[in-house]
C-alpha cells in the first residue's frame, strides 16, 4: 500500500511556469510521469525548462499565457489540449505581489495583483473545468484535479501586503465554491497556502539583515525550499486524493500554529 506517484497518461498544466514554485511543480510531475504544459507569458524560460525536463526523461510542451486576459486564457487552454491531450491536472499558480502600505495602493497597484491573482485564477479554473466536465459527462468515472496555490497570506494578514492577502483570501473562498459546484463532476478543487518558500525570485531578500530577521521570527527559524511541497502536490494531484475536496492545506512549518 502507498500513496500513487505514478502519474503516467496524465496531463498537466501547469501555470506560472516560468519560474520559483511554478518551475518546480512541473519537475515534480513531470518526474513522476505526467506530461506537462507550461504555461506563462515569459516563452523563452519555458522553453528552458521544457529542455531542463526533456533531458531528464519527461514530456514537456509550452504555450504562451498572459492571464490578466480573457482571450490569451482561452488560446492557451486551447492550445495546450491540442499539443498535449485533455488536461487531467491544473496546478492554478500565476501570482504577483507587491510591497507597500494601503494608503499608498494606487488603482493600477490594486488591479495588477487582483488581475493576476484572482481574476486570472478565477478565469484559467473556470476555462479548464468547463472541458473536464464536458469530458465527465461522457465518462463519470473520469478524474480531475485543479489545485489552486494560494498562500498563508490568505489566511493571516502579513504586513506591507495586504492587497497581495486579499487577493490569497479570495483564492481560498474560490477553492471552496469550486469543490461544492463541481465535485460532482469528479473535479477534486484544493488549495495549497505555502508559507516563506525561498525561491531565485527572493532569495537575496531572505539572505539580507531584513530577511533573516524576518526569518528569525519563524517557529524553526528556516524558509521553506520549492521541494518541500512536493509531497503534498503529488497527493493533491493524484487519484488517491480522490475524498479531498475543497481542502484548503497550509505548507507553512508552524507559521500559523504562532
Request: proline share 3%; with cysteine.
Amino acid at each position: 500500500m502507498g500513496i500513487e506517484v505514478n502519474f503516467e497518461g496524465k496531463i498537466a498544466l501547469i501555470t506560472g511556469a516560468s519560474s520559483g514554485l511554478g518551475a518546480r511543480f512541473a519537475k515534480v510531475l513531470a518526474q513522476a510521469g505526467a506530461q506537462v504544459v507550461l504555461a506563462s507569458r515569459r516563452t523563452e524560460r519555458l522553453k528552458e525548462l521544457r529542455a531542463e525536463i526533456e533531458a531528464d526523461g519527461g514530456a514537456a510542451h509550452v504555450v504562451s499565457l498572459d492571464v490578466t486576459d480573457f482571450a490569451s486564457i482561452k488560446s492557451a487552454i486551447a492550445h495546450a489540449e491540442t499539443e498535449a491531450g485533455p488536461i487531467d491536472i491544473l496546478v492554478n499558480n500565476s501570482g504577483v505581489s507587491n510591497t507597500q502600505r494601503l494608503v499608498d495602493v494606487s488603482p493600477e497597484d490594486y488591479a495588477f495583483v487582483m488581475d493576476t491573482n484572482l481574476r486570472g485564477a478565477f478565469f484559467v479554473a473556470q476555462q479548464t473545468a468547463k472541458r473536464m466536465i464536458a469530458r465527465a459527462k461522457g465518462d463519470p468515472k473520469k478524474q480531475h484535479r485543479i489545485i489552486n496555490i494560494a498562500s498563508v497570506a490568505g489566511l493571516r494578514v502579513l504586513p506591507q501586503i495586504g492587497v497581495y492577502c486579499m487577493s490569497k483570501a479570495g483564492v481560498v473562498q474560490m477553492t471552496k465554491a469550486m469543490a461544492v459546484e463541481w465535485g460532482k463532476y469528479n473535479i477534486n478543487t484544493n488549495a495549497i497556502c505555502p508559507g516563506y518558500i525561498s525561491t531565485e525570485i527572493n532569495e537575496e531578500y531572505f539572505a539580507s539583515e531584513q530577511g533573516q530577521k524576518l526569518v528569525d521570527m519563524l517557529p524553526r527559524k528556516r524558509a521553506g525550499k520549492p521541494e518541500d511541497l512536493d509531497g503534498l502536490l503529488l497527493l493533491l494531484a493524484g487519484e488517491d486524493s480522490h475524498f479531498i475536496n475543497g481542502a484548503i492545506i497550509s505548507a507553512d512549518d508552524g507559521m500559523l500554529a504562532m
